[in-house]
């Protein structure tokens, strides 16, 4: 099973493995590709005035911009996974999974950076702050990740069944041309998102624990807090829904 998942806002800082390089990433053939975007990045940190990082960043701390100006030839790196910091990641808790469920989220999930597009989670990357959905000048890195990566990235997925716990934002980088699985989450009946982001750590951490396969072993899970409320299906998406107790 293929599992898509959302990248982080936040980010930890720092690293231990060395720095970028296309062996470090998955679908090294289009290193080139994600060159031509994080070159157009740098030149933005090096060349941009504080409107333009501002714009880049989506912050106003002009203190925090130095932190962003080490050069991603020099920059260490970590794990995708262990590098985005936000809510799902903090219920998912990498760090206290088995060797064994790590190895399983390191292979399977498939992150979709702002700035990197499509890496293995288990894929080493350096710390960066690009806000969801903003350009780097006058480029659109979700358009050009979605137009030179889907390719790959349906041959990666091959038979295998994808489940999709990215939010909607997402899709402007790939869309399967396959069926996926899909998770909503209902609280008195009305859908959440900030619950929705915590119960994807949590399931992704669920589906880690028992090496999960297939879709069909994921619906059996019994998952503390929810309840399996309904399955909506048609031919390019199965929703499965939730609803928090």
């Known amino acids: 099973m293929v599992i898509l998942f959302a990248p982080?806002?936040?980010?930890?800082?720092?690293?231990?493995?060395?720095?970028?390089?296309?062996d470090k990433l998955i679908?090294?053939?289009?290193?080139?590709?994600?060159?031509?975007?994080?070159?157009?990045?740098e030149d933005v940190i090096r060349n941009g005035n504080n409107e333009a990082l501002f714009e880049l960043f989506g912050i106003k701390d002009t203190k925090e911009?130095?932190?962003?100006?080490?050069?991603?030839?020099s920059a260490p790196t970590m794990k995708a996974i262990e590098r985005y910091d936000g809510v799902a990641y903090d219920y998912l808790d990498y760090q206290s999974l088995s060797s064994e469920?790590?190895?399983?989220?390191?292979?399977n999930v498939i992150l979709f950076s702002n700035l990197f597009g499509p890496i293995r989670s288990g894929d080493f990357i350096p710390d960066y702050k690009l806000k969801q959905g903003a350009a780097i000048g006058a480029f659109a890195p979700d358009k050009y990740?979605?137009?030179?990566?889907?390719?790959?990235l349906n041959d990666l997925v091959g038979d295998q069944e994808i489940l999709d716990l990215r939010a909607g934002f997402y899709d402007k980088?790939?869309?399967?041309?396959?069926?996926?699985?899909?998770?909503?989450?209902?609280?008195?009946?009305?859908?959440?998102?900030?619950?929705?982001?915590?119960?994807?750590?949590?399931?992704?951490?669920?589906v880690a624990e028992h090496q999960i396969r297939t879709?069909?072993?994921?619906?059996?899970?019994?998952?503390?807090?929810?309840?399996?409320?309904?399955?909506?299906?048609t031919k390019k998406k199965k929703e499965v829904i939730y609803t928090i107790v």
């Open 8 to 22: 982080s806002e936040g980010k930890k800082e720092g690293g231990t493995h060395p720095a970028l390089s296309p």
């Open 27 to 41: 679908f090294s053939e289009l290193y080139s590709k994600r060159l031509d975007v994080i070159k157009q990045y």
């Open 145 to 152: 990740y979605k137009e030179h990566f889907s390719v790959a």
């Open 101 to 107: 469920s790590k190895e399983y989220l390191d292979v």
């Open 173 to 206: 980088f790939y869309i399967p041309t396959k069926q996926t699985t899909t998770l909503k989450f209902l609280k008195e009946g009305k859908v959440v998102s900030h619950w929705a982001k915590a119960y994807r750590g949590i399931i992704l951490r669920k």
């Open 215 to 233: 879709i069909e072993e994921l619906l059996a899970l019994n998952i503390e807090g929810l309840f399996l409320n309904e399955i909506v299906e």
């Open 65 to 73: 911009y130095e932190r962003y100006r080490v050069p991603f030839s």
